[in-house]
């Protein structure tokens, strides 16, 4: 017994010596990583999840302008010198400096349609993102008749470094508020739809879950789910060992997966290791949603889904998405729609067996419960695209022309490019010269020597735009009311 007892002992400590050595590694390789600015030290004050459940959407919009008045005050106004250069957002002078717009889409906003409302659609964007992603949605509801509310979530809109201590139940609590500003908008008779981006796909998933439960919640009409988070890869749960050496003060960096200038107006670009760890946090909250009302059998009461997935997406795990949700939804008009790879494209021939096989393995065999679009080459030696559809209930797929094409340079979407069309003025490959936010990133993908850089090659190099957006557009259209005037 003596001898057993021994050999845990050195085991055990053997595993923390192990252990130690690991986190002094991870220290010191992040050391290497560049030193920290004030938007990774300074985050602005944001009303507490108490404060969210008890306040009301004017009560929000005023909180939000102190936060972005703390910004200036204690991040702009305070820049050193390296710091104070055109390609940082948080410097005055930037062209890309986000209150130089006419419209800071970091913060939360309200489009009313010009004639009578028909309905309120709320739109949630996604993790490290802004209100600036789904504004292309908004400005659709808001022609079709319907309030748009797009709410920045807490630690989302001003520094990176808010979202070192944010959880997911904060995203939340801002969802409940904004959808009692939508509540009180429709009235009792109007109808309310939700778009989602992303972790606020999760989100709006989780509140019409939370709602089939809950009367004092309304219940969502239609639910638009763009790029949605229903699963990441497992390893994010351990995420937050990664950030056990920021504990002492001379290894901040470990707090941080990625540590970039902050070149986007309105998307972080610098991600902590907590972001990581709240994405699987939530879609592990909203697996267990799913499930306990799967056995409770109330996910009839579930309104109509329309979700839009490249089949290539490096960070969200759409089989997840397919599997965890369209697999338990009932027949009720539900559609998904995927893109597929380009498979025409300049470097067709270095895509993976994985990637040329997706549409083909991510989807069940049919009948499904719900109608499947696939958008792929409508033939072998062209890049004019069609959509394959699949209605609910059926196993054969009729082709319908979409009068769109693949770029030739273009291998795949991605998962940031499904909500922007090619003419966005930020991320498109062909940006409306009036649509201007100071610089284009859709169009930076140049060439030269990678060592050159300061920023990884993928952040220039993966798509950000769709070329099928009008196409998405009509989807999320149908059914809505005629376009006013």
Known sequence: MGFVFRQVRRLLVLLVVLTALALVGRGFLARMEPPLEAWHTFAPTELTRDELGRADWPAYLAREAKLMEEIRTHVADRLSPAARVPGNRYFADSPIYPPRFAQDWNRSFVIEPRGPVKGVAVFLHGLTDSPYSLRHFANLYAQRGFVALGIRLPAHGTTPAALKSAEWEDFMAATRLVMREAKRRAGGTLPVHVAGYSNGAALALMYALDALDDPTLVKPARLVLVSPMVGVTPYARFAPLAGWPAVVPYFAQSAWLSILPEFNPFK????????????????????????RHLKAGRLEGLPPVLTFQSLLDHTVVARDMVDGLYGHLPANGSELMLFDVNRLAQLNNFLSVIALDAAETLLPPGPRPYRTTIITNSAPDTLIASARITEAGQTTARAEPLGLAFPPEVYSLSHIAVPFPLQDGLYGLQPEPGDDFGISLGTAAGRGEFSALTIPLIMVMRMSSNPFFPYVLQKVGEGLPPAQP
């Open 268 to 291: 972080y670009n610098s991600f902590p290791v907590n972001g990581g760890y709240q994405s699987w946090r939530l879609t592990q909250a909203l697996r267990d949603n799913i499930t």
